[in-house]
């Protein structure tokens, strides 16, 4: 690993803020990295003070004013130039955040190959800001729509996507005319360390402004002062319904803008008419990957009553088949949970499961011995419970997979809207009927519904998010992008008269 962290640019302690020049000073305290796959600490990094946070943001100001005026095509090259050298660095990049946040090596490089891809959409998207035209009801006049950059745009990502959720916001940002300012988890510090170190040596080249990528590391004060100043128009926060309602609240209270991507309770229908095989595999690499620590985990099953045993009895003899360990090692399926609050967490969930009245299909447990000294790794477990439980209604962070019985695919649809999330859902059937009655807008009340394939492996093409608790915000594809730009509405009047719009007069 040392070898990784030399590649990246990563020190025994390194400092936490940056304008993409040179890193500040800070005396913020320290934000230690221990890995969850050995508890071994890796690297420290020093967090911001006020002092230095208001220094980066303005410089980023600053950038701004200059960055707006690069035509966005351009931008878009030095975005595929960032895609270009995340190509070169995605073997220690995925290895650093398989160690640091402990999800498998495979997921490390999947999610280094999402910001490859985000930053291959942005290129493109570079060349189409698209705007509108409409006809005037007034002679000699043209009437258009075209988009603006916002200013500085604030990014508050999550441990459990240490590189990839930053990416689609940054990417989209930059080419829009944006400037970022990113503030990584605590609890995955080093991933961000090693992104912007990234950047700047792209940027340097391009001679980009400085300010245009900067980092801000710290703890929940520093998300608080990204959600309170004014000179942020936009908060970009991934993380729970109870971080979210906090930056929600205190960027509508000075009228700002953001983008929530918050809680998931994701739920897979398994229907009578489905490929029983094919949706063991999606149902497992759902509720097990990343140790159930993403916000698209597969957290319901609701199955219906004619396969529901069968489905069980296969479903608990593919757990049995799971290899738990070092996530470095390709041939294991489950790594660690990120910390010991975590394995608390899940932990206490289980104990309100059983008080509650569910039963458990799997025990779930801590693993001990060589290999687990961090304490961090956990059995996925199995529980039958109804959708009414208070702890199904939570969303835990954790591989625990809660089974519902259900007999018609309206009752199946009212499990899987149940609750107060809404991000992902899916419904395994063979049956057209079921799958478009799923989709329509009867069906499923989540921003991602799924037919044959599971709630988790979102596509960057496609704009990612959720409703209801979710946050209701859009990151990534589609046309999420109009959510880091301005709206203006534009009427030229090229005649030699001035007609007032609705038929008014008004003659001096």
């Known amino acids: 690993m040392q070898q990784i ?132 009801e007034r002679p000699l006049h043209r009437m258009y729509e075209q988009w603006h950059p916002l200013g500085v745009v604030g990014i508050i990502s999550a441990f459990n996507f240490p590189v990839a959720v930053w990416s689609w916001n940054s990417m989209l940002a930059w080419v829009c005319g944006d400037v970022c300012i990113w503030k990584p988890s605590e609890k995955t510090p080093l991933c961000g360390i090693a992104c912007q170190n990234i950047i700047a040596e792209v940027f340097k080249k391009n001679g980009v402004p400085e300010g245009v990528s900067c980092i801000v590391q710290g703890g929940r004060e520093v998300g608080e002062w990204l959600s309170a100043d004014t000179r942020i128009p936009l908060v970009s926060a991934t993380g729970s319904t109870r971080m979210g309602k906090a930056v929600g609240a205190a960027v509508a209270a000075r009228m700002g803008r953001s983008i929530l991507e918050l809680g998931g309770n994701n739920a897979i229908i398994i229907s009578q008419h489905a490929d029983i095989d094919m949706s063991l595999i999606g149902a497992v690499f759902g509720a097990v990957g990343t140790a159930g620590q993403r916000c698209t985990t597969t957290r319901r099953l609701i199955i219906h009553e004619s396969v529901y045993d069968t489905f069980k009895a296969k479903l608990v003899a593919a757990y049995q088949q799971l290899r738990i360990g070092n996530p470095l090692d390709t041939a294991n399926h489950v790594g660690p949970l990120i910390d010991k609050d975590a394995v608390n967490n899940y932990f206490s969930a289980i104990e309100q499961c059983s008080r509650q009245g569910g039963t458990f299909a799997l025990e779930g447990g801590v693993l001990k011995g060589q290999g687990y000294e961090s304490g961090c790794y956990v059995k996925p477990c199995i529980a039958e419970v109804t959708n009414e439980l208070a702890i199904v209604q939570h969303e835990t962070f954790a591989p625990i997979l809660y089974l519902i019985k259900y007999k018609t695919i309206e009752e199946a649809v009212a499990l899987q809207n149940g609750v107060p999330q809404g991000l992902s859902s899916a419904i395994m059937t063979l049956n057209l009927r079921e799958a478009e009655y799923f989709l329509s807008a009867a069906g499923s009340d989540c921003g991602i519904a799924n037919v044959n394939i599971g709630t988790s492996g979102a596509e960057i093409g496609g704009a990612f998010g959720g409703e209801k608790e979710t946050g209701g915000g859009r990151e990534s594809g589609s046309d999420a992008w109009k959510a880091y730009m301005r709206r203006q509405t534009n009427t030229l009047n090229f005649g030699t008269d001035l007609p007032l719009a609705q038929g008014i007069t008004f003659d001096l």
């Open 5 to 136: 962290l030399q590649q990246l640019n990563i020190q025994q302690i390194n400092k936490g803020v940056s304008t993409g020049g040179e890193w500040l000073d800070s005396t913020g305290g320290t934000i230690e990295s221990y890995s969850p796959v050995d508890g071994q600490l890796i690297a420290s990094v020093q967090q911001a003070d006020r002092q230095a946070y208001d220094a980066v943001v303005a410089k980023a100001q600053e950038a701004f004013v200059a960055w707006r005026k690069i035509p966005a095509p351009k931008r878009g090259e030095i975005v595929r130039q960032v895609g270009e050298a995340l190509r070169q660095y995605k073997q220690p990049l995925g290895m650093l955040v398989s160690y640091e946040m402990g999800k498998s090596l495979q997921e490390g490089y999947g999610e280094v190959q999402e910001m490859i891809d985000i930053c291959d959409f942005a290129v493109g998207l570079s060349r189409q800001l698209y705007g509108l035209t409409m006809h005037s």
